[in-house]
């Protein structure tokens, strides 16, 4: 069974830019989470997809949203980039959601903004 | 100015060694907990969850404790090997109003296996 899938794997882009990540669940499952690593804040929740409902949502600006397709696939876009959203983007999926589920990550997407 | 990383906690051991990882988690209604493994340009890597209902469980060469008492978790990894070189996080689930869940993870501890 293939894992979480994310793309782009790399991604360069400037100050005030837009950017659309993707990501594939594994499949079967359900739910999808997005997070943001950084080398200062580690690893932080942005929001949760379930059945094309956002679920939940982390403290993050309103720049950052996303949304899911009837098939799972997620995609997080973050609008009038910042340098400090400079980060690893990771996706992970787990089948319903559930709060003693495991959660799968993805290879992430690392996005540079210059 | 120059920015602030996390200062990661390092643990170095010999291969072959046993290697004990240590987390303490913020919350004490925290239900399940999920140990991870994150190595370089990669994704966090699932290792071995509990629940709070147990205080120990046990995976291939991997242990978890749970001590709800202390609000502690660890991570024991018997005969460490050089693959198991990386950074490892614990994560823990703080059961929201809803059935959402959103896991919050520690600050990771760097392992790095000598030989």
């Known amino acids: 069974k293939a894992g979480v899938t994310q793309t782009p794997r790399y991604l360069i882009k400037t100050r005030g830019q837009q950017v659309t990540l993707s990501c594939s669940p594994i499949s079967g499952h359900r739910s999808v989470s997005w997070y943001q690593q950084t080398p200062g804040q580690g690893l932080q929740f942005l929001f949760e997809y379930f059945s094309e409902t956002q679920r939940n949502k982390g403290n993050f600006p309103g720049r950052f949203s996303g949304r899911q397709f009837s098939n799972s696939r997620s995609e997080m876009n973050v609008s009038t980039l910042e340098l400090g959203d400079s980060a690893l983007y990771l996706c992970?999926?787990?089948f319903g959601g559930g709060t003693n589920e495991k959660l799968f990550f993805g290879s992430g997407t690392q996005l540079s903004v210059l | 100015g120059e920015s602030v990383g996390l200062h990661l906690p390092t643990l170095s051991v010999q291969e072959g060694d046993n290697s004990i990882i240590n987390c303490a988690y913020s919350n004490s209604a925290s239900d399940y907990f999920i140990w991870y493994k994150q190595e370089s340009g990669k994704g966090p890597q699932f290792i071995i969850d509990i629940r709070s209902n147990m205080d120990k469980r046990q995976g291939q060469r991997v242990t978890v404790l749970l001590n709800k008492t202390v609000k502690h978790l660890s991570l024991q990894i018997a005969a460490t090997q050089p693959g198991d070189s990386a950074v490892y996080f614990c994560?823990?689930?703080?059961?929201?109003?809803?059935?959402?869940?959103?896991?919050?993870f520690g600050s990771g501890t760097q392992l790095t296996v000598l030989p």
């Open positions: 992970a999926s787990s």
């Open positions: 994560a823990e689930n703080i059961p929201p109003s809803g059935s959402a869940r959103q896991l919050t």
